[in-house]
């Protein structure tokens, strides 16, 4: 009877293990704390595809590696360019995309003197 009681409380107890130590998310700390519906989600992805379509399609944006990620309608852009007209360019094609609430440009200026 003691060795049932143990096996069924170290079953019961194995569950918590994960909870206590990753979180309870299978995704990780960024699901655990996010709080966005799978609808808010979609609409910050189709958000990024459409501004990275947008660069890959500008001939001075598409000349450089610019990143870009969206969360709750802001976008981040960083990476570097080779000029601030591209920087800028780069920050309005986002600006201008369908459901951008803010951009936050963190894109860098390489020094092409060198």
């Given at each position: 009877?003691?060795?049932?009681?143990?096996?069924?409380?170290?079953?019961a107890l194995t569950g918590c293990t994960a909870m206590l130590v990753?979180?309870?998310?299978?995704?990780?700390?960024?699901?655990?704390?996010?709080?966005?519906?799978?609808?808010?989600?979609?609409?910050?992805?189709?958000?990024?595809?459409?501004?990275?379509?947008?660069?890959?399609?500008?001939?001075?944006?598409?000349?450089?590696?610019?990143?870009?990620?969206?969360?709750?309608?802001?976008?981040?852009?960083?990476?570097?360019?080779?000029?601030?007209?591209?920087?800028?360019?780069?920050?309005?094609?986002?600006?201008?995309?369908?459901?951008?609430?803010?951009?936050?440009?963190?894109?860098?200026?390489?020094?092409?003197?060198?």
């Open positions: 009877m003691r060795l049932v009681l143990i096996l069924l409380l170290s079953s990753g979180g309870g998310s299978a995704g990780g700390y960024e699901a655990a704390k996010a709080e966005r519906t799978a609808s808010q989600v979609a609409d910050d992805s189709a958000i990024t595809t459409r501004i990275r379509g947008k660069h890959a399609a500008d001939p001075l944006v598409s000349e450089f590696d610019v990143r870009v990620k969206t969360y709750e309608g802001t976008v981040t852009l960083w990476g570097t360019v080779g000029s601030i007209r591209a920087r800028d360019r780069a920050e309005w094609l986002a600006s201008e995309t369908d459901g951008v609430r803010a951009v936050n440009n963190q894109i860098i200026i390489e020094d092409q003197s060198e």
